[in-house]
């Protein structure tokens, strides 16, 4: 089991930044791909960003790219979403996922508790 715990929500102005963190404990971290999504109210959950195990292979729904940015840091079994020139149209809650051997988020392993974010304009 991996347990999957995000942080860094929060409320912030249009075009202000938040970054958010997926901290990783449980079974070894090695060898998972971590990614990020995010589901508004009354909408379904969809992907944000994604990261290889190595980091070396990042993707991104294409209404984030340019403003987010995500990275890990194995040593400390963290990733990170850097969210940049947000808009209102990114409130939704936040979760991190891991899925084991993937490139691609065909499918998601675990999945976190989720963090609220809120852009007012």
């Known amino acids: 089991q991996v347990q999957l715990a995000e942080s860094g929500g929060g409320l912030v102005q249009a075009g202000g930044s938040l970054r958010l963190s997926c901290a990783a404990s449980g079974r070894s971290f090695s060898g998972y791909a971590m990614g990020w999504f995010r589901q508004a109210p009354g909408k379904e959950r969809e992907f944000v960003a994604s990261i290889n195990w190595s980091g070396g292979v990042t993707r991104y729904v294409d209404s984030v790219k340019g403003r987010f940015t995500v990275s890990r840091d194995n040593a400390k079994n963290t990733v990170y979403l850097q969210m940049n020139k947000l808009a209102p149209e990114d409130t939704a809650v936040y979760y991190c996922?891991?899925?084991?051997?993937?490139?691609?988020?065909?499918?998601?392993?675990?999945w976190g508790q989720g963090t609220q974010v809120t852009v007012s304009s």
């Open positions: 996922a891991a899925a084991l051997g993937i490139a691609v988020f065909t499918r998601v392993d675990y």
